[in-house]
């Protein structure tokens, strides 16, 4: 007699790369994320599809799997496919760009397992890439006053906005999605301070100002009146300034003041930082300040110091404590034992 089989067996689902892109974007979606944030994510699946296929089951990948991607991701993997233009292909991502991609995809296994769909994290253990240090490129004091010299902020309403955006940059440190976010209401006269809401990691952060920028801002608001915008930072026609209209104008301005350096916005977030700290200002109230989560990202504006170390050494070095005030010249004898 012929054995009965069973009629209903819990098969357990199986999730391939595409479900679980489906899935996660959804959870991050409305957890409110940045759609940089997103696009990010978005990346990270397009290399797992591009490196395990989309079709894979996704419970079914190890800590070894993760090795080979990440060994492909920084030797074979072939960049700008896609683009035409390029004929000539990069092999490799950088290491800060690795880095970037474990972050995303622990966070990427992380929503996996709570969901029950993988049991365990196979990037949770994972180290990062160690990645030398680089020297971060700052603008110089002569440089900023140079090109804040060549705009004609008192014949061109783009040029005035163009020197109180920069005033604010270096005065806030702010990223410049964060300042070109900022309405009026973010900005408080009587206290001399700025808040930003738009910011990286959806924490509202407010951040002292001078007076110098606090009076510059007035008078934006009071050239912008007729516009009637809650937005700062306005283009000619009245529309809140874009990214890119800022990067053009600010191409044009740096051509034309000769600079050769390559500037863009988040360089003055650099240079407000590595002029703090030469000034020896607190690296814990500039972590506060840049909304950096961790201290080493704020330790890398040291270089700074090269030149301040020099100078305080000469001046504070422990031997000029065992230095007597009044030097006293001492006949040595050459005799006796020792050598």
């Not at 390029?86 to 760009?97: D, Q």
Request: with cysteine; glycine share 4%.
């Amino acid at each position: 007699m012929p054995l009965k089989k069973r009629k209903h067996v819990n098969k357990k689902k199986v999730y391939t790369i595409n479900d679980a892109r489906k899935i996660v974007l959804q959870i991050k979606k409305i957890e409110g994320l940045s759609k940089n944030s997103l696009d990010n994510y978005e990346k990270v699946f397009n290399d797992f599809d591009r490196f395990w296929g989309e079709e894979t089951d996704i419970s079914s990948l190890t800590t070894d799997d993760v090795r080979k991607f990440i060994d492909w991701q920084l030797n074979k993997k072939i960049q700008f496919m896609n683009q035409k233009t390029k004929k000539v292909k990069k092999i490799g991502v950088s290491v800060s760009t690795i880095n970037t991609y474990l972050t995303y995809a622990k966070a990427i296994f992380s929503v996996l397992k709570n969901e029950g769909i993988v049991e365990e994290n196979i990037f949770q253990h994972v180290k990062k890439v160690k990645e030398h240090q680089k020297k971060i490129d700052i603008l110089t004091i002569s440089e900023i006053k140079k090109i804040l010299r060549t705009l004609k902020k008192d014949e061109i309403y783009s040029e005035f906005r163009m020197y109180v955006l920069i005033h604010v940059l270096l005065d806030s440190f702010g990223r410049i999605g964060e300042v070109l976010s900022l309405t009026w209401n973010d900005v408080d006269f009587e206290h001399h301070c700025i808040t930003f809401t738009n910011t990286k990691n959806k924490k509202i952060r407010t951040i002292p100002i001078t007076k110098k920028t606090i009076k510059l801002l007035q008078e934006l608001k009071e050239e912008n009146a007729d516009f009637k915008s809650e937005y700062v930072f306005l283009t000619n026609h009245g529309k809140p300034l874009g990214q890119s209209a800022f990067r053009k104008h600010l191409k044009t301005i740096i051509e034309r003041a000769g600079i050769k350096k390559r500037v863009h916005a988040h360089l003055f977030r650099h240079t407000a930082s590595a002029m703090f700290i030469q000034q020896n200002g607190s690296v814990r109230v500039l972590q506060k300040i840049l909304d950096h989560s961790d201290l080493s990202t704020t330790q890398r504006y040291a270089h700074v110091l090269d030149s301040t170390i020099r100078e305080q050494h000469e001046r504070f070095s422990p031997i000029h404590l065992l230095e007597e005030h009044k030097q006293r010249k001492v006949k040595r004898t050459k005799g006796g034992n020792q050598t």
